[in-house]
Each structure stands twice: as C-alpha cells, then as structure tokens.
C-alpha cells in the first residue's frame, strides 16, 4: 500500500470534500433565490449536513479499524457521535419551534416516503441507546463486548443517516 494512503489525511480530506460538496449541493437552491433565506429554510439544511458529516464520519471510521489504526477509528467514532447528538439537539429545536413538514405528494411516491419516514423514525429511536453502548464499552476498554455490538450498530446508523437524507431530500427538493 503507497505510504499516502497510510496516513490519516488522505481519507479525512476525501470525507471533507465530498461532505463540503453535498453541502453546498443541498444548500444552492436556498441560497441562489433573490430573498434572504429565513431560519426556516436553512435549519432542515443545517440538520441534514450534521446527519451526513456524522455518517462520512462513520464510514471513516469503519475504515479506519479495517486497516487495524485504532487511535484514528475512536476519534472518527466519538465525532460521528458527536455530529449526531449536534443533529438531535438541533431537529428537536426546530421540531419544537416550527412543528414538522408535511409531506405532500401522493399516490407512490407518498407510500415510498412513508415506508422509509417509519422505518428511518423507529431504527432512529433504537439507534441512539445502541451507539451509546456500543461507545461505553469501547470506552471502557470492554471490546470482546464491543465488536459484536458494533457489527450492529454501524449498518443500522448508517441505515438512519441515508434515510434521514433521503426524507430531507424528499421533504425539501422533490
């Protein structure tokens, strides 16, 4: 393996353009329009690109203890986390503060929406006490627990963090 791909900014860099430009993709229609954008418009944004920096993160990590680099999967872990708790934090103050958007297509588009809107809600629920077990015992050095643990976690957070795009996706550009 060439001694680029050794070193920990190769992929960190990747997962920062690649996050930087589906930024900047989601955020071109909000910021191309003549009026100001409102708080309104930019918090589902704001939302979507935490969900997606915490899942590039993920991914990251993933990589990162397949090649065996242990210090760097904990931290691309705890800022996945990190990321993640930022985008509950600010969902449930949007959600308390402007209610939730409807969805208003119909016919197959709508149950397409809605089987993926339930599946997403209940693995998102289930999903934050698994990665906070999953972090405690990695944490506490606890890893014969932690592997199994983690094999689970990860394709369901990854689950919830493609589906979370997909339903902004749906809600906000369809």
């Not at 996945?80 to 103050?93: G, I």
């Not at 119909?106 to 990665?131: C, D, E, M, Q």
């Amino acid at each position: 393996m060439s001694s680029s791909l050794k070193s920990p900014i190769v992929p960190i860099l990747m997962t920062v353009a690649l996050g930087s430009a589906v930024i900047l993709f989601l955020s071109w229609p909000i910021f191309s329009r003549p009026a100001a954008p409102s708080l309104q418009d930019v918090l589902p944004l704001l939302n979507t690109s935490l969900i997606l920096i915490s899942g590039a993160c993920l991914v990251l990590g993933r990589f990162f203890i397949a090649q065996g680099r242990v210090i760097y999967h904990k931290r691309s872990m705890i800022t996945a986390a990190l990321f993640a708790a930022l985008f509950l934090v600010f969902y449930v103050t949007r959600w308390a503060v402007f209610g939730a958007k409807a969805f208003t297509a119909a016919g197959w588009i709508k149950a397409f929406y809605l089987g993926i809107l339930i599946s997403h809600t209940f693995l998102a629920i289930a999903i934050v006490p698994l990665v906070l077990i999953t972090l405690r015992r990695a944490l506490n050095g606890d890893f014969v627990k932690h592997r199994p643990i983690a094999r689970l976690t990860f394709p369901l957070w990854l689950y919830v963090v493609l589906t979370g795009w997909a339903i902004y996706w749906m809600l906000y550009r369809l």
